[in-house]
């Protein structure tokens, strides 16, 4: 059983370029959760999701984040029109259910 | 959740234990504590949890004081490889994993 599949594990961006990031759950979770990670800062949480539904996306950016889960395929988490600022190491996490939580590799963005 | 005081850094030689503090002193009595560690760039990785009771694993023993203000994660053999941030959480019992809330951790450095 493969563990969280994040990729890639390293993007750059210029300024005001789209960036996407993958997470493919491990087999059998339906729930994700995203995290970012700043340089020399704890992970925050940012949004968690189930099968097409965001159930609680109290720590995403107002404005020009944007994730999703669908029925087929990976979950995305979507950063639009990205700033220096949003270069941090984003953490996918999965579960089976609320009692524990799996995390992946991460993708390491770099907005330049 | 009940916020946690962890020290920043901490060092420990190579083959002896590594015992790690961690104060919880708001703790409820339904509110469970949890460790986890990042080791450099990769994704947080559950190690033990306990209420009340002192815990064993293959990894790593909790030892929770008896008014449960605070633990001890042991790390009985410390080698090379358990350098990295040791997080300890805590959550209320049956509460979603996937949205912890991480501090900034005891960075703990095993040294030869």
């Known amino acids: 059983n493969a563990g969280v599949m994040q990729n890639p594990r390293h993007l750059v961006r210029r300024r005001g370029q789209e960036a996407r990031l993958r997470c493919s759950p491990m087999?059998?979770?339906?729930?994700v959760y995203w995290y970012r990670q700043l340089p020399e800062e704890g992970l925050k949480f940012m949004v968690y999701l189930q099968k097409e539904n965001i159930i609680d996306e109290s720590g995403m950016p107002k404005e020009r984040f944007s994730a999703e889960f669908p029925k087929e395929g990976p979950s995305i988490l979507r950063i639009q029109q990205v700033v220096r600022g949003d270069s941090a190491a984003y953490f996918c996490a999965s579960s089976p259910d609320i009692t524990e939580a799996f995390f992946g590799q991460g993708t390491r963005l770099t907005v330049v | 959740d009940a916020k946690t005081t962890q020290p920043t850094s901490m060092d420990c030689a190579e083959g002896r234990a590594a015992n790690l503090p961690c104060n919880h002193s708001?703790?409820?009595?339904?509110?469970?504590v949890y460790w986890y560690r990042q080791i450099h760039s990769q994704g947080p990785q559950y190690i033990i949890h306990g209420l009340k009771n002192n815990e064993t694993n293959e990894m790593a023993s909790l030892i929770i004081t008896e008014d449960r203000k605070s633990s001890t994660l042991i790390l009985p053999h410390a080698t090379l490889r358990d350098t990295a941030v040791y997080y300890c959480i805590v959550r209320v019992g049956g509460t979603n994993a996937g949205k912890s809330t991480f501090g900034d951790g005891t960075t703990l450095t095993v040294k030869p």
């Open positions: 708001t703790i409820s009595g339904n509110e469970y």
């Open positions: 087999k059998g979770h339906s729930h």
